[in-house]
Each structure stands twice: as structure tokens, then as C-alpha cells.
């Protein structure tokens, strides 16, 4: 009421409202019939007048609101428009695509079969067997050797490298251009230890190869076995290009300040000891068969790590030891993850022991 009353007063004081001749009629004078009369006059004329001022009040606010209305409706519509000129940039430039990955039991992590996604502007295509690259042939082409490529995201290519641009399918291209028959298989992923891709090994197999080439770069000696949820990955890919190229700077800008803070401990001797279990345990998967090892460096530029490679050593023969010359930041994405430039040259210096390997047929030098 006493608002009510304050615009009610407000009104007359502007001139809106004209003075009514009941509000000045005597109240206690007279009949009391004509008492009842005269309140009741001036309680109709009140709020009869305080319904006409605020009907003006309304409209008189009506044109500004129209305006306000516009103006948000203007800007929701620009904004709209903007997100979805990006989203159809970014889908034609073939950029924001994720790919979808399922947990397993055995491996950790795998890629979902049979799909073909756009990544960092190329193309990453997973075959039914959940591996990136081709459809393997089956039964092996005759004539041809089937290489099998075993390692984490760096081998994977992290999603950054085109396929004919890895090295597993650069020494395959350089092979057939000698006139000898290779069909490789890309039997890796993302945030692999040597404890997930021998899982995989013990379950599903190597896929009857004719030489096996191991990857091992010093981020993973003394890494665990990774699941889905360790790894940020999804089972599920937004529905929008614009939702995945925030969740990547979101995940970057996670990973700088889990750089700066002191990562959460865990047993480096017992993680270091599984994985040279499973290294043995290839090697014995693989007798028989050419393995090659190839050591490659992390966190570039940086020495190799003093503690755990010593422990390393003595279970391979004679590996591929690409530390050194891998030294110079020119070679990786970002100290971890080979470029173009990088794949090339591994691919360049794996060639020629696999040359070697596959004539002679005979057991391998990281198995002796």
C-alpha cells in the first residue's frame, strides 16, 4: 500500500492524476448510509486513478523496453551467426574433429573401429581392428612382409601428422620404391606404456608379422598403464568443432600449470619393473620373428635421463639408438611429439636395419 500510495501521490504531483471532488467529502458527516457512500466513492475514485497512472507509467516505458528487446535479440542473432560461420570453417579446413576412443579391459584404451576424422587439418582414419591406418589384407598379400609397429603417440602421431607422413608409413612408401613389398601395421595409440600395447599383444596377437619395430621414447619408461580417464580421452565427440578446439585450450592450458606444480607421486620402480617385463615378454613373443628397438628422446632438448635408461640397456641387443640425433627441437611438435620433419628421418634411419632384418629372416638384435 505504501507503494502504491507513493505513486498514486507522485502522480498528482505531476498533473496525471486530477484531484477528485469525493476525496474531499466529508467522512464524518451526515447519514451513515451516506458515510458508507461517500468511502466507498472515494476508495473506487483511488484506485481508479492509480490504474490510469500506471497504464501511463506503462506506456510511456513501452517504446525504451521495444528497444532493449531489439537490441538483445540483434545481439543474440550476431552472435549465432558468428558461431556458426566458425563452426562451418573449421568443419571445411578439417579442424576440431576427435577422435572417439573405448576403454579395454586388456589394453587400457583403444580406438573405437571404423571411423575417418579430421584432425588439425588431416585426415585420421581407425580400421576395424581399432588401429590407425588401412585395412589390413587377409590373407597377407603374397610376396609382401608385414611390419608391425608397436609404440604409443608419437608412432600413433598424435593426430597432428598425415598418414602417409608417419614414419611407419614412410619407410613402407621408400621399401616398395626398391622393389620390396611391405604392408605396415600402426599398432599404437595415445598415452600407451609398454604395460598397455603388451596387453594388447597378449590378447588379440601381432597380426602374423614378418618384422616387428619397437618405439620406445623416454617419457614412457617410467610411465603406467593408462586408462581412459588418466588420458582425457572420450568415448563420445561433441557435437560442435567449436566445442572440441575449447576443450583442446582448456587441456593445454591445464597441462602448462600441471607443469609448474609438482606432479603426484607415484612408484617409479615398481611402474620401471612392469615395463621391462614387458619388454622381455615381446621379446619372447617374438623369437623367431626380426624386432628392432628404437630409442628415442623426450622433453627435447635434454639429456637422456641417467637413472632409468642404464636400466634399460641391458635387455636389448643392438637397438636403434636415436637419442642423440634427435636432439635438435627442429624434429618435434612440441619436445615430445615428432613433426613431418621427424617422422621422415626416423622412417629414414629405420629403413635400412629393417632392410637388413627382413633379408636375412633371423631372429633380431634387441632379442639376443
Known sequence: MLNISWVYLRSRASGRIKPNP????PWREGSPGRRFNCRAACQFSYYSDMWKSRTATRAEDAPNQSKILSKILL?????V???????????VAGWGGMVEFEPSDDC??????????????VPVEINSMGLRGPELQNPKPKGAKRVVFIGDSITYGGGRIGEEQLFCRVVEARARAEGISIEQVN???????????????NKRGLHDPDAVVLILPECDLARGFSRMNQAGLREKAPMFRLQTLAMRLQALHFQARAG???????????EVAANLSAIDHLKQTCRGIPLLVVLVPSEVPARPDKDLWPLYMPHFGEPLDLREPLQD???FLDGVHLNVQGH????????????????SGSGSPAAN
Open 81 to 91: 551467426t558468428v558461431l556458426a560461420a566458425l563452426e562451418l570453417v573449421a568443419r
Open 108 to 121: 587400457g584404451l583403444l580406438m573405437r573401429p571404423r571411423q575417418k576424422v579430421w584432425m588439425y587439418g
Open 187 to 201: 599398432l599404437s595409440a595415445p598415452s600407451w606404456s609398454p604395460q598397455n600395447w603388451i596387453g594388447y599383444v
Open 344 to 359: 621422415e628421418f626416423v622412417g629414414e634411419r629405420i629403413l635400412p636395419l629393417l632392410r637388413e632384418l627382413l633379408r
Open 329 to 331: 627441437p627442429k624434429y
Open 22 to 25: 469525493f476525496a474531499r467529502a
Open 75 to 79: 545481439l543474440a542473432g550476431a552472435t
Open 260 to 270: 609448474q606444480e609438482q606432479s603426484p607421486a607415484h612408484d617409479t620402480q615398481k
